[in-house]
């Protein structure tokens, strides 16, 4: 069988650094239907072969720029590559992404670790085409855990194919604690495979938990936009007098509910199922004050239009954030939209000092954890951005 070929439109062969190829760059497509293809430019050189999808804009992402087939032999040193990057893969409790797309070279395939368990995300046809032979590369590595399969519907709605429900053969536990490294030791936090947000928990905040719950000895903590509570549960185990966590979605405050009882901080710890937006305005008109505080929104622009809503989002969290903390008091502050860059957060945070009349230090930038490596050529891959911030004494 002949491999089917992507033509690129003359004036797109620029350097390939960058595996994306949108309809505008394509020339031709020998095939009509989503396929494996061969990568040429205008002239017919060999650029690189990839997955060819004619429904979404970003219709092929390209996966190897070497003239070899896309088989288990490349899945294979990707995957064994990727595993190098990290922190080596063991068992028992740990949390930690394996495989991450872009950055580990396989775009389009996402691959978590929670202890004994595989979670596995495609956000592409092509894929989900490969990821029988992806999972078996990742098996071969670290051995024959169970496999859940995690695929996001939204980017397989996108995509045009079905996400797979649940475990991909062997069935494994329904949920699990995992260990994450804290400042005063490890905080526990569960799992239910299928339930919540990404594949479970959000891994790419593990480093800055980490940093939050070391400044937290004796201090009144505030996690706004929570999640399962992960973030008070590192400043609580490392000592917080008293954590608010405040989140709105049932679920995920339920989830919190049991992370606090399963570290023995419950007591502690105040949980409040309500809009942050608002809840921050109540406490600022209240004069309350802490002494921690982190700001970890889901993405407020999801499109590069949503932008200046984001902007006015953003601000308005972070200037509340601000006139909430004591003198002294440190703000951990964070945004993941991919259309804000680190650039202009630091605008927003400044213009948001600005109008609370507050002046904050910069203890360090932060980013996401090293096991979502970001590459310089692929920007999008840089998607976390955030500031520790210092109030100064007035
Ligand atoms: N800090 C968390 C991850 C937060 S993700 C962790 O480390 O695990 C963002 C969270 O904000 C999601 O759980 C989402 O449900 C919640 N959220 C979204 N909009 C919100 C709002 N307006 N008020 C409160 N929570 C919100």
């Known amino acids: 069988m002949r491999?089917?070929?992507?033509?690129?439109?003359?004036?797109?062969?620029?350097?390939?650094?960058?595996?994306?190829?949108?309809?505008?760059?394509?020339?031709d497509v020998s095939v009509g239907e989503p396929a494996a293809v061969t990568v040429v430019d205008s002239a017919g050189g060999f650029v690189g072969r990839g997955f060819y999808n004619p429904r979404p804009a970003l219709c092929c992402r390209v996966v190897t720029w070497r003239d070899e087939a896309l088989d288990a032999r490349l899945w294979r040193r990707r995957v064994d590559a990727?595993?190098?990057?990290?922190?080596?893969?063991v068992g028992g409790t740990h949390a930690t992404r394996l495989i991450w797309s872009e950055s580990d070279g396989l775009p389009g395939f996402v691959a978590d670790r929670y202890g004994d368990v595989l979670?596995?995300?495609?956000?592409?046809?092509?894929?989900?085409r490969v990821r029988a032979e992806l999972v078996a590369a990742l098996r071969a590595a670290i051995g024959d855990l169970p496999v859940f399969v995690s695929d996001d519907p939204v980017p397989a709605g996108l995509e045009g194919f079905e996400?797979?429900?649940?475990w991909l053969d062997t069935p494994g536990p329904a949920s699990v604690v995992v260990e994450e490294p804290g400042a005063a030791g490890a905080v526990r936090l569960g799992v239910t495979f299928g339930a919540g947000h990404k594949t479970g928990l959000y891994l790419d905040q593990s480093e800055n938990r980490l940093r939050f719950g070391a400044l937290a000895r004796g201090r009144e903590v505030l996690d706004a936009f929570a999640y399962t509570g992960a973030f008070a549960c590192h400043a609580l185990v490392g000592g917080?007098?008293?954590?608010?966590?405040?989140?709105?979605?049932?679920?995920?405050v339920a989830a919190a509910?049991?992370?606090?009882?399963?570290?023995?901080?419950?007591?502690?710890?105040?949980?409040v199922a309500a809009n942050a937006f608002d809840e921050l305005r109540r406490r600022e008109r209240a004069r309350e004050h802490f002494g921690l505080v982190v700001l970890d929104p889901p993405p407020f622009a999801r499109g590069r239009t949503a932008v200046e809503a984001a902007r006015r989002g953003y601000k308005e969290i972070n200037l509340r954030?601000?006139?909430l903390l004591e003198p002294g008091g440190v703000l951990a502050t964070f945004s993941c939209s991919?259309?804000?860059?680190?650039?202009?957060?630091?605008?927003?945070?400044?213009?948001?000092?600005?109008?609370a009349g507050i002046t904050l230090r910069v203890l360090a930038p932060l980013t996401q954890s090293p096991d979502h490596p970001i590459v310089l050529t692929v920007p999008e891959t840089h998607y976390l951005k955030g500031l520790l911030l210092e109030r100064v004494e007035p």
């Open 257 to 271: 509910r049991e992370n606090f009882a399963v570290n023995g901080v419950a007591d502690r710890a105040e949980l």
């Open 3 to 27: 491999a089917a070929v992507l033509r690129l439109k003359r004036g797109v062969e620029r350097a390939r650094v960058h595996p994306w190829i949108f309809k505008g760059e394509v020339a």
């Open 240 to 252: 917080a007098r008293r954590a608010v966590c405040v989140e709105s979605s049932a679920d995920a």
């Open 163 to 166: 996400p797979f429900p649940g």
């Open 321 to 323: 954030a601000m006139r």
């Open 119 to 128: 979670v596995v995300q495609c956000l592409t046809l092509g894929m989900s």
């Open 82 to 89: 990727a595993l190098a990057r990290r922190r080596p893969a």
């Open 338 to 355: 991919h259309h804000v860059s680190p650039d202009d957060f630091a605008d927003i945070c400044r213009a948001a000092a600005a109008d």
